[in-house]
């Protein structure tokens, strides 16, 4: 897989998780035991901990391999992507480490401005690292 593939997987399963935390924390659920597989928050939650984990690497290889003076002059947005996307981690790590996982506390996940502001840096990085289109 190339930076760019990979950087872009994490961004997807970054992506797919919170819109799926989103319409579980609608479901005003307890827990979230006995959740069918494919339906499971634990599953997207766990997919974004793979995400989230080594994301800033992935992000600098993909500048790297696309111009290397763009991991230079990203060099301090990169960092803020990096703050956030640990915050986030961290965040994701803790309401693993439930035994119950309710809609409410996926909510109040939801509404952290680290994970809000993570995804707004992915849509940044994912535009600004993109291969230019082959002009023929």
Partial sequence: MTSTEDLRQRIE???????????YAAQG???DKGAAAGRNVRE????????LD???????ACANALDPNLAK????????VDADARV?????RLVLARADISSQLIDNVN???????LLTDLFVVDEALRPPKNRT
């Fill in 73 to 80: 002059v990203g060099a301090a947005f990169f960092g803020a």
């Fill in 44 to 51: 997207y939650l766990d997919k974004m901990v793979l995400a």
């Fill in 54 to 60: 080594g994301l800033s690497a992935a992000i600098a």
């Fill in 29 to 31: 659920r307890d827990t």
């Fill in 88 to 92: 986030a981690l961290a965040a994701i």
């Fill in 111 to 117: 509404a952290s401005i680290h994970l809000r502001a």
């Fill in 13 to 23: 399963d970054i992506e797919t998780g919170y819109e799926f935390m989103l319409a």
